[in-house]
Structure formats: structure tokens, C-alpha cells
């Protein structure tokens, strides 16, 4: 079975200062993980994913998540936090040759940038 | 980029009418959608998967009958609240998936805000 977990509910932090939200998976096999962001009352917006390669990954507004394979987490991290990135951030995963399965989304973690 | 359509937006209808959500791919095929639920402050909740031109497959405990989800074209999936009561008010959110490529991402539809009254 596939599962994510976003252990923290809330993160703060300053504007300017760099931010990080956590995430960490378990999936039989290799994982093609995902970032997404939410506001409110809109849908999910796709902010990056890792499929293969490099395991640092540069998505949109300068977000950027890091694989790592042997504590099986894909952080997302921001050198530099905006007010305007406050939102719900979700984690996803899907095993690979999962066929044509959903994505697994953790629980969700808001995050406040304070000005 | 991909365009997943979602239409309405919000809706008040009031217990025991019936509600119907659209979810469209404007750019791309989708031979899967999945339709969510999401309830304040918590993460989604996979309802169902949406194959064209086949019978939805739903998660345990949701009820097909309640929850009628028809996917007639590679661009179209409808999900159908019938005889919505209060408890069925939450925010339902439609992804779709391109007919190509098993590592890409989902695309969602901007959610549909449903209030039962």
C-alpha cells in the first residue's frame, strides 16, 4: 500500500527566510512523487514532481523539492518565502507500473508566511 | 499546459434535489478521472475512478447510487449528487489524467463548493 505523511499541520515563517514543508512516503518500489498547492477554495495547482534523475527538483515560484531515497522523503523547500505562498500544500506519490491509479496525497500542510 | 474545467463553481441546492458536477479536460484526453471530496481543513479523499466508457470503480464506502458518475467521452465526466442532504456539503474536486504517460502528473478541475440546505 502507498501512503504520505505530512507530519507537521502548520508551518510559519517569516517572509524572506527560507521554508521548508515536510513530506515522507512509502511505496513498494520506486515512487514518481508530487507537490501541489491549494488556495482557497480553488482546486490543486501542480507546483513539481520527481520521476527519475536528478534528485533535486526545481518546480514552479521558485519552489524545489529534494528526493531522497533512503529516508524515502521529498521535502519541498523555498530559498526565500512570500507572503503570497501562503496556501495548503499536499504531497502525493504513485508507485511506478501502478497502472492507472490515483495519486496518494498526505494530509495536508498549511503554511502561513508571516510579513 | 493542461486544463481541467470544472463547472460549477459553487452551488446551493436544497435536501432532496439532485446536483450535477461537470468536469471537463479542455486541451488534452482523459481516459481517467478521479473525483474527490474534500472536507474543511482536510486532505482529499478519492471517491471514485472514472474510466471512458466503463462503469466507475468507487472506494468502500462510498455510495455508488448516491454518488452517479458517468464518463461518456474522453474529455467529459460528470459526478451526480442524487437526493443531496446536508451532509453531502463539502467541496468536491475532479482530476484528469492524459491518455498518455503513466508518470504524469494529475491535472484538477478549480473544485466544485456543494451546500446542502
Known amino acids: 500500500a502507498q501512503s504520505v505523511a505530512q507530519p507537521e499541520d502548520q508551518v510559519n515563517v517569516a517572509e524572506g527566510n527560507p521554508l521548508t514543508v515536510k513530506c515522507t512516503y512509502s511505496?513498494?518500489?520506486?515512487?514518481?512523487l508530487f507537490w501541489y498547492v491549494q488556495y482557497p477554495n480553488r482546486g490543486l495547482q501542480f507546483l513539481l514532481k520527481?520521476?527519475?534523475?536528478?534528485?533535486l527538483v526545481k518546480g514552479s515560484y521558485g519552489f524545489e523539492a529534494e528526493f531522497n531515497k533512503s529516508q524515502t522523503s521529498f521535502h519541498l523547500k523555498k530559498p526565500s518565502a512570500l507572503v503570497s505562498d501562503s496556501a495548503l500544500y499536499f504531497c502525493?506519490?504513485?508507485?511506478?507500473?501502478?497502472?492507472?491509479?490515483?495519486?496518494?496525497f498526505g494530509k495536508g500542510t498549511r503554511l502561513s508566511v508571516i510579513a | 499546459g493542461a486544463v481541467v474545467s470544472q463547472h460549477p463553481s459553487w452551488v446551493i441546492c436544497k435536501s432532496g434535489t439532485s446536483v450535477k458536477i461537470e468536469c471537463r479536460s479542455l486541451?488534452?484526453?482523459?481516459?481517467?478521472m478521479f473525483w474527490y471530496r474534500q472536507f474543511p481543513k482536510q486532505s482529499l479523499m478519492l471517491m471514485a475512478t472514472?474510466?471512458?466508457?466503463?462503469?466507475?470503480?468507487?472506494e468502500q464506502g462510498v455510495e455508488k447510487d448516491k454518488f452517479l458518475i458517468n464518463h461518456a467521452s474522453l474529455t467529459l465526466s460528470t459526478l451526480t449528487v442524487t437526493s443531496a442532504h446536508p451532509e453531502d456539503s463539502s467541496f468536491y474536486i475532479c482530476?484528469?489524467?492524459?491518455?498518455?504517460?503513466?508518470?504524469?502528473?494529475?491535472?484538477f478541475g478549480q473544485g466544485t463548493r456543494l451546500t446542502v440546505v
Open positions: 472514472s474510466n471512458e466508457g466503463s462503469k466507475a470503480t468507487y
Open positions: 486541451d488534452f484526453q482523459a481516459t481517467t
Open positions: 520527481y520521476i527519475t534523475g536528478d534528485n
Open positions: 511505496v513498494s518500489g520506486n515512487p514518481y
Open positions: 482530476s484528469a489524467r492524459k491518455r498518455t504517460g503513466p508518470n504524469t502528473e494529475a491535472f
Open positions: 502525493a506519490v504513485r508507485a511506478r507500473n501502478s497502472g492507472n491509479t490515483p495519486l496518494v
